[in-house]
């Protein structure tokens, strides 16, 4: 039972890895893990990211807009033209959630 109990703590651990390291873990690979390990790899994952995305020089907003950080234009790519977008655009489209969630983070650094 206390294998079974722990399994499934490890199992609760694992679901706050990144999304893309999340379906590559499978039981076996808990099983190899103690908790402090999978606590320990769950935090190196997110800062790597964390680091990955702060020296990106993009953040993408859609499958066809972009923020150029340094800048903060928007560009829009629609097949072989792309355009700049303004704020106001932005604001209006299917992103502006995501636009919102970059400003709120922008603002915290």
Do not use: P
């Amino acid at each position: 039972m206390r294998k079974e109990q722990l399994l499934q703590e490890k199992r609760i651990l694992s679901k706050k890895l990144i999304w893309y390291a999340k379906g590559t873990i499978s039981d076996d690979i808990l099983k190899q893990f103690s908790l402090r390990q999978l606590q320990l790899l769950c935090e190196i994952l997110q800062k790597a990211d964390d680091y990955r995305e702060h020296s990106c020089q993009f953040y993408v907003l859609s499958a066809c807009e972009v923020l150029q950080k340094e800048t903060g234009r928007i560009a829009y790519f629609d097949n072989s033209e792309v355009r700049e977008e303004s704020e106001e655009e932005v604001l209006s489209g299917a992103s502006s959630q995501i636009y919102k969630s970059y400003q709120k983070k922008k603002q915290l650094l």
